[in-house]
């Protein structure tokens, strides 16, 4: 099955596109994390809400640095990661070496962006 098209929400300085991913004999939802870093646009944080194994990735185009989650622990992977938007997103920025996009990124603007962002990951759920 072919990756589904990408859905493109911008809210709080910050932009996320969600899909459905295919990844060897795993799959799920994704949200990817991108925000302007000097003059580009760089992949911060992404979160692979994966049915197999569940994880998300501080900057991920470079460091890569990967947290596994335990579906003991986080038995709903997309509520975990849109719960760490609305929670954790300026300190998860930090961690991931951005500590000037954690500063400027709008968080009440982010949570407003929520239900769409949770609503686009439930429409390509649906199609997958």
Not at 13 to 30: M, Q, T
Not at 45 to 50: V, Y
Not at 56 to 64: E, I, L, V
Request: with cysteine.
């Amino acid at each position: 099955m072919a990756d589904a098209p990408i859905r493109e929400i911008e809210a709080g300085g910050l932009k996320f596109l969600v899909e459905y991913r295919n990844f060897g004999s795993d799959r799920g939802p994704a949200v990817r994390v991108l925000g302007k870093v000097g003059m580009n646009q760089v992949q911060v944080l992404r979160f692979d809400c994966f049915e197999d194994d569940p994880h998300y990735h501080y900057d991920p185009d470079n460091k890569n640095f990967q947290l596994h989650l335990h579906k003991d622990t986080v038995p709903d992977p997309v509520a975990w990661s849109l719960g760490e938007l609305e929670v954790n997103l300026k300190t998860m920025l930090r961690t991931a070496g951005f500590d000037k996009l954690a500063a400027n990124v709008d968080t009440d603007a982010i949570k407003s962006a929520l239900p769409r962002i949770h609503g686009a990951i439930e429409e390509l759920r649906a199609g997958a």
